[in-house]
């Protein structure tokens, strides 16, 4: 990093640079950029990406769009919270939420899950993950 070799000691050394990127490679040799490092939340002992929880979700053909974040918790230090938009009107957390228990390991599936008319974007039309945090926050707050 420009001028700052403390933090360029931190993602170069010898076997390269270090992006943060969690990735595989499939059998055929392509590479696939599944999350990053620094946006894994620790759940009750375990390390969750929430886009893999993200992607289920979208799976469910229940929402437009959806944003999981962690929440501080005095149980697990962390609870995931997702925020969706529904694709129907009618369409229910409870629906959501069976659909995640059927197809997520139980540590990964939301603590709560909150619909909302669109979700928080930001300049560059990117979900805004700390607004979406903080409106976790305050629906958990709220009861």
């Not at 959501?96 to 228990?101: D, E, R, S, Y």
């Not at 139980?106 to 709560?112: A, E, L, T």
């Not at 805004?128 to 409106?135: H, S, V, Y």
Request: glycine fraction near 10%; charge should be negative.
């Amino acid at each position: 990093y420009w001028k700052d070799p403390q933090s360029t000691a931190q993602v170069l050394d010898s076997n390269g640079y270090h992006t943060g990127d969690i990735g595989y490679r499939d059998p055929d040799g392509f590479f696939y950029i599944v999350g990053r490092k620094d946006g894994l939340l620790k759940v009750g002992g375990h390390r969750i990406n929430p886009d893999e929880v993200e992607e289920v979700l979208m799976e469910s053909g229940l929402l437009v769009e959806v944003a999981v974040v962690g929440i501080p918790d005095t149980l697990l230090g962390t609870q995931l919270c997702a925020l969706g938009v529904a694709k129907l009107e009618g369409c229910s957390e409870k629906e959501i939420m069976a659909f995640a228990a059927q197809r997520l390991p139980r540590h990964k599936v939301p603590g709560r899950i909150q619909l909302l008319p669109k979700l928080p974007k930001n300049w560059s039309a990117k979900i805004d993950r700390r607004e979406c945090e903080r409106l976790a926050m305050e629906f958990r707050d709220s009861g």
